[in-house]
């Protein structure tokens, strides 16, 4: 299967077997172009995706040493994400299907975060996890746990999820404030590791036990807050201790919920996808809980965390294994199709377990 992702800042393409192992997995990243405007400028994003897909398609092929005439299908991210970028990926997509009369299906990117579980790299094999489980997806745009109860959409429910910025956006934004430049997590996530969270005083986001939603836009505001008073950290010491202080407050919200989760749930298998995945905090702080309680933690590797094409090959397989084809009326969308049941800004919209409303499509 080829995977092409472009609903971001990244142009990949990926050649994946049905069983999940990577053959190939390029990723070409346009954090450059976006650099010096702090955060993703979406006509840039379109530009990038238009110059970078043919060679990065090319790559992806040349490494995994076949041609179009050695593959099954083609899967496209097709929701969510900007849409000009999106059109990109998706008509490079229904060309190749179109001339090489292959089989193309569009593939959900949340659910794509949620598919990196099962990536076998040569360096890395992981034994996948079984449904049910509960998946925790913190990346730039969107930060929810669900109970995935199988690989289509329709399976998957939201618990909860933000309800004002998601994890990685916070991230971002608060490296911006301290001038750490884009993105912020990353940085953020290095200078932590030699910081001690404990010298300074941050609030706790939504630290309720019983609600599954996140909030992080206080504890930005937060950081905002000490800067203004304190002026921009002082010397290097000082900040890696902001860094660290900032990042064990995002951490420990996130693996808490996670927890209260898998216990509402009565599950004992516990995913973790998206960009913040990646981040070593959240990481060892996720490994260390999951011991201690006899929970099976399933974390794709760093690269894999991230936006990639592999996770989209696999998704795109599983869709293909079951018989579908969008064929050449594939359409793409700035919605994700996963259920949603957290209203940004005001909560949920029900209980936490009535997931099929269809408004969620309409947002
Ligand atoms: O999943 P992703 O690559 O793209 C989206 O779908 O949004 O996630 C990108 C986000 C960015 O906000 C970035 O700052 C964050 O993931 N991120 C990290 C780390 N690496 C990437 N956040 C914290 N620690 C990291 N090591
Ligand atoms: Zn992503």
């Known amino acids: 299967m080829l995977g092409i992702e472009t609903s971001c800042d990244e142009t990949a393409a990926a050649v994946v ?64 994400g900007l849409a000009g970028a999106l059109h990109v990926g998706a008509q490079a997509a229904l060309g190749l299907a179109f001339a090489r009369d292959l089989p193309i299906v569009g593939v959900d990117h949340l ?20 449904v049910p489980f509960i998946a925790l997806l913190v990346s730039g745009g969107h930060t929810a746990l669900y109970r995935v109860n199988g690989l289509r959409a329709s399976q998957i429910q939201e618990l909860g999820a933000t309800r004002d910025d998601a994890a990685g956006e916070a991230f971002d934004k608060v490296g911006k404030l301290l001038g750490l430049g884009y993105p912020g997590g990353p940085a953020i996530d290095r200078l932590a590791s030699e910081g001690d969270p404990t010298r300074i005083e941050l609030t706790r986001p939504m630290s309720h036990k019983a609600s599954l939603e996140f909030s ?88 894999a965390c991230t936006d990639n094409a592999a996770m989209i090959a696999f998704a795109g397989a599983q869709r293909l294994l079951a018989g579908e084809n ?21 909560g949920q919209r029900g209980a936490t377990t009535a997931s099929t409303s269809p408004l969620g499509k309409l947002r």
């Not at 064929?327 to 994700?336: C, R, Y």
Request: charged share 20%; aromatic share 4%; glycine share 6%.
């Open 326 to 346: 969008d064929g050449l009326t594939l359409e793409v969308s700035p919605h994700t199709e996963l259920s949603r049941v957290t209203r940004k800004g005001r």
């Open 111 to 130: 659910l794509g975060h949620l598919c990196a579980a099962y990536l076998q790299y040569p360096e890395h094999p992981l034994r996948p996890p079984e």
């Open 216 to 303: 992080f836009s206080g504890l930005k505001t937060n950081v905002a807050r000490f800067v203004e008073q304190n002026g921009a950290p002082q010397d290097n010491q000082q900040l890696r201790d902001l860094c660290a202080a900032f990042q064990q407050r995002i951490v420990e919200t996130l693996v808490r919920k996670s927890l209260v989760a898998l216990e509402r749930e009565h599950l004992t298998t516990w995913v973790l996808g998206g960009g913040v995945a990646a981040n070593a905090g959240l990481r060892a702080a996720a490994a260390a809980s999951a011991s201690e309680r006899n929970i099976r933690l399933v974390v794709p590797i760093p690269r």
């Open 17 to 80: 077997r049905s069983d999940g192992h990577v053959l190939s997995d390029v990723i070409e990243s346009q954090v450059e172009s976006h650099a010096p405007y702090g955060g993703i400028v979406p006509e840039l994003a379109s530009r990038d995706h238009l110059r970078n897909v043919r060679p990065v398609l090319v790559a992806a092929l040349a490494r995994a040493s076949l041609t179009l005439a050695d593959l099954d299908g083609i899967a496209v991210t097709a929701r969510p």
